[in-house]
């Protein structure tokens, strides 16, 4: 049996007898250390009893295949880490080498439209970057979390209808194998590996420490915001699906409504083009509620005011950077658990679907659409292509952790037996039913293949891995 030992802080102090390689160049911060407890943070408090054997800062491509050999050669669990935001807490794991990659953070955009952007680049980063540079990218709305982890899960953002995935604009990545090597990867060099590092999630071919995107040029964009009182949200949880599967591919939105008995529902939009061209489409949704809102509003925006509207935070006031880890204000860690299903069809019993939500207290419910160009996308490892939303139930943990997972459950399970045992692997939940094929659907045993064949000594197993 493979040796799956973890780690001590004195075996960490033998690492180059361990690896045969020096390792005096990576940053080594491990239990009892300065800094320790700082440096394991991740986004989530509930994580943060979590002792990992070591946090490897990383700032090369050398120094992460020094983190891969060493856990090959000592069994230990590793996980990279960027934004740390696992929902599970996977990133932040109890006994794993965790290989922060933030270090590599350089972005060089070039004459063509592309952009070379490292693993442990934020998007609020990636975001200022491009819109300094008049280029957009389909991404999505947290800003601290980071482009690895989205990009491999797939991407789905709120101008993915018109764009795309996040993962349907790579054009090549850069990737240390659980074999130590660095491999760059396109539809030329390893293609069963690009076919599955996009939207096959995270953390099970190895560490990517580049991606190369296609950009587009910056385009006008109009944003608005429409409020309603609870009574509607039955009658908007019917119209709103069929409207956006029949609005043009240029919008995108995201419906969010509260938990408990007085849910109040809002529906958040991005268009691309003027507020001229988005306000007919608008009103078209208004009738078929057939109940008006209790305030509107359309906005033009810059792409880069678009992403800190949708990111509740602002670049001018360090909002939009981590609080955590050694940060200094910032972004305020996350105080739920959060789980996922994919809808597939319209909404035939709205009641139903709103009573969920209002059987779910201390929650907030985001419904966000997908469709347009993510159903016309490349073929890739991401399984949902024909779904019109995903549906999130984060659960707030008002009453504590062990209350907020069961009415967490209970949401999922019922939304699982009303539209499918389906779930986006962004968002993983380490509860979730038949989660293999939740997460990966009809491309679980290809995925499961091309695991095999890079890792077929396990070294990037964890808990809902491919491995």
Known sequence: MRRRS??????????????GMSTMDIQWIRPGDAGYAEAKLGYFPIYDHQ??????????????????????????????????HSYPGYSTADGAIVVDVRGLNRIQLHPDGTVDVDAGVLLMDLYLAL??????????TCPTVGIAGLTLGGGIGMTGRQFGLTCDRLTKLEIVTPDGVHRTVSPAQHPDL?????????????????FTFRTEPARELTTFSLKFAPAALPALLHAWPQWQASAPWAMTT??????????????????????????????????????????????????????????????ADNSCKPGWGGGTGGQKRGEYVATSRMLFRPVADPEALAAVFRNTPNSYNMIDSVGGAIAKGPASAYPHR?????IQVECFLTDGEAAARRAMGAARDELGRMYGEHGYVNYLDPRMPNWQRAYYGGNLSRLQSVARRYDPDRVFAFPQGLA
């Open 386 to 390: 024909q779904a019109i939303a995903s």
């Open 51 to 84: 002792r990992p054997s070591a946090i490897a800062k990383v700032t090369s491509v050398a120094d992460v295949q020094r983190c891969v050999e060493t856990a090959r050669q000592t069994g230990s669990r590793i996980a990279a880490r960027c934004g740390g």
């Open 254 to 315: 995201s419906f969010g409504v509260s938990g408990g008995p007085a849910s109040s529902p809002s529906l958040n939009g991005c268009f691309v083009g003027s507020p001229q061209e988005c306000k007919p489409l608008v009103d078209d949704l208004i009738r078929r509620i057939g109940s008006p809102p209790t305030s509107r509003r359309e906005t033009p925006k810059t792409y880069l005011a678009a992403m800190e509207e949708y990111a509740w935070c602002s670049t």
């Open 6 to 19: 973890f780690l001590t802080a004195a075996g960490l102090a033998t690492l180059s007898t361990l690896t």
């Open 131 to 140: 819109a300094a540079a008049g280029r957009m990218l389909p991404a999505g």
């Open 194 to 210: 690009f076919w599955a590092l996009r939207g096959g999630g995270g953390g099970n071919f190895g560490i990517v420490t580049r």
